[in-house]
């Protein structure tokens, strides 16, 4: 069965569907416009830190570019970035478009979490019946509005928290071209197997991969500063020689202090050049 999209329509369209589409879509072009590079966080899988990981890379560029990094969190569901980062609403409206939280280090933030009373779960006003037939619709117009409606400014790079799932970058490559992602993982075979499916998808639909940061590669004790093992397996290094990417860095886990201050200093600026 072949599927038509909203630009297939031809003659009269009632809804005005495919102007609104079209329109939004020309307002994000606009907002890239002034964004140097757009780069997806992807695991394919929950529970590998990457919300984690995505905080700690904006703290970090954000002391190398001040004022110049934003994050998007794309986990509409189950946003986390936003308090990661200590950034709090309300939103202020503006005729020039929705100004985003100001985080730590002056990252600029737009979360779902920052729109939704606090313990209150995402819903939608769908249509009444078929409701699963609409959210994708509605996941996918939310994205292009936190692109397209809030006012970025101008950005050294724009990190995107995708939710687990191997297709969310493809959804966000087809409103930003020139996006690329790094993928993040832990040491486990189970996630090896989950996150090259994400990176795969991401990889057939053109993405540029920047490299694979391994999460929990060990266990830093907060005493001895020595890092011990916590999780069996390779992953990182595996899908590194999998998809011919570099494996950027392998950050412990930590029970204290910022998520940035898990990053080995060399590791960290191996990561920020490959994101440039």
Known sequence: MMLRSYRDVVGADGSGIAAQVAGQRARVDRRLATVGRVV???SGKGGVGKSFVT?????????RWPERVGVLDADLRSPTVARMLDATGPLRVTPSGVVPASGSGGVRVMSTDLLLEEGRPL?????SGDAFAWRGTLEAGVLREFLGDVAWGDLEVLLVDLPPGADGGVDLASLAPGLAALAVTIPTEEARRSVARAVRAAADAGIRLVGVVENMAGYRCGNCARTGPLFSGDAGSALAAQFGIPLLARVPFVVEGAADAAFDPAEAARVLEALG
Do not use: F, K, T
């Not at 905080?55 to 002391?63: E, G, S, W």
């Not at 819903?123 to 249509?127: D, I, K, S, Y």
């Open 40 to 42: 997806a966080v992807l």
């Open 55 to 63: 905080a700690a890379l904006a703290r970090l560029a954000a002391a």
């Open 123 to 127: 819903a939608w006003r769908e249509p």
